[in-house]
């Protein structure tokens, strides 16, 4: 059997009108029978005749009551046993985040380490199976009780085959085949791969500030700078899956030279790996007492959070550090707010932590440059999910695509 | 009866089912029930049946055989008599376009003159409506059978209410109900306004170079720039229906001022109007012999037009200002395709008559500038079906527009 039968093997079944009530489950927290019908707008009785089957199967069950709202309870709606476990999965380039949750998306163990990306798919993967491993100890669970995993890392991926394509900051990993690497230990599992910025983008849309909003651009300030797009409440990944990569994006004709071969990118001026070089820099030409002060030993290296505390203590160079990667950021949301009239930028990654003057400074930008009909109605914030973004969006990823409609069964033949 | 009442009335009601059939009509040129059943993955049976009663009520007709190929002929579909005939309306800043169209949107006959559509819509619609009686008269037509209006403006619209939005260089028209003013006299049409790039867009995606593509951004450079952006094939109009709004994009900080407020504008700088502005201070200035020699009175402007026939014939000043357009229009495009990874992008707009060097400047920066990946499938080219675009991208939109669910029908219920 080929990894892509096995994958097709480990996949539920569907119909095309059950798809359509799963696809609604996914989008409502504990719906009842009444709220399902009412939402896609059809009768109790077409609902009560789709969701037995699914029932019977254990692909959905009865999860407990809604609130009483006088007459009879109505009871709640849930994934059943036949969904199993999910895990998620955040690779980033220094570090590797998994979640398992139950069949509901309720996360029951988490655990998070440091790791070099750049290692190679040998030495992570393994990093990944012994913690995997561990969680299912934790909870007594057997690796077959897996049923979908969600990955996300930091670089391009092809959605459909799951492999990342030409990855810069990811050697070995270029067309190295993931899910079928995965599921010969995960025998029972559906492995889905996509971009860290995506599935940040997801976790947001379902689990965050995102829900209710058409329009999303997640802005991810890590080291790099990338985003995740959300079109008409989809994720949106391109036409080759690499939209988003917006770090490179120029914003000084003759800037800093970017590991891209570019110069003036805008996460070159202002990424955290650009923030945090330019405040040793200041540190250590004495341009700043308070980020000197900071510099206890020879091997100190500040970080992009550093000049975050120095500006709150009114540090002048770090404030002026913020401002400016406020501004070089504002600069290239303007440029896409004009492009893509999004109704909401979230911004994540470690550099969102820098604090309040950062966000300040970029909704000063955006609404100086766009038009004010695109800004009327557009929201600027901080993703406050954090770091847990990724991880649920993995794990909602891994859980759609666990799904497929069995064709022969579309009703309409 | 309200305008909105009026037209829900002058729509065609059909059932979710058979949208699926029209839909997929829409998409193909003269189908036949068996490459319908292939495309929508669905029995013959099955399309025979929804089919039959389109037939009956005159939505659908056979309109002729498909090609031998061996066996009996098969008998092509089309739209019927109910669809009635379809109006297409291309406002632009100075000129107006109709063509008028058949159930199949075969265009009939066209007209096109000039107008200041800063004269306000009494004057601008006044000028319509003879327009279309012409045409009308020209094919002995009443004015009860057309069943759709596709109208494309300069400025960005609220496509629900079809009304216009702030609109930069149209005074007069801002929350103009156009609609309900051209259902006073076309009572039984279905009237749908749109910002005209996305309608070029459209144009682009059903009639020609964007058949296939998924991901297109069509930038018109006229006096003006802005882009229609199509999304997984389908018209992206942003969150409140100004995306694509790009003239406005700055790409040099402490570039001349543009009418919009910001200084350095992509639009400000390689517009139409920019260049022909230019081109007039040479050719006054003596640095061009060639622009000089065109000023053949006191009264003569030069058009961008100019510089191509100029640069043409070998004039140096005429050849960098085209190449610098290239060059602000390329950086540009780089951003958006960092952001977007689009497949195609298609340049129209009376700029784009100005010749190859253009073009070619524009894809030497977007390849320098963005990434191998993105640019890997890109396609850069110029739409061939010129100001048509926008009269095709009409008339189809009015087609899609006069098709409305009509819920009791819904066969889930």
New interface residues.
Partial sequence: MSANQQMAANRINIST?EKRLIDQMLLMDAPTRTTLSQAL???PA?ITKSITPLIDREILEETGSAAHSGGRRARTLGFGKAVGYLLGVDFGATSLSLALAGPNRDILARSHTSIEIKDGPGICLHAFNEMAQSLLDEINLEKSQIRGIGIGVPG?VNFTTGRL??PPIMPGWDDYPIPDVLMADFKGASVVVDNDVNMMALGALYHGEGIGA??IIFLKIGSGIG?G?V??GEL???????????G???VERDGPLCH?G?RGCVEALAGGLAIAQEANRIARSGESQELSRMITSEDVFLSAEDVGVAAAQGDLASLELIDRSGQYIG??L???V??????LILLGGGVSKIGHRLINTIRQVVL???????T???RIEYSQLGEEAGLYGAIRLAQQSLFQVF?DN?V??
């Fill in positions: 009108e707008e059809v009768s077409w391009p394509t030409s058409n329009n985003a797009i079109c008409k949106y990944r391109g036409s080759i899956g690499c939209a988003g990569d917006v490179h994006i120029i891209c570019n600069e290239m303007t440029h896409l004009s492009f893509y009239n999004p109704d100086k440059g766009a038009s004010p009909l695109a009327r109605d557009l064709e579309d309409s033949r």
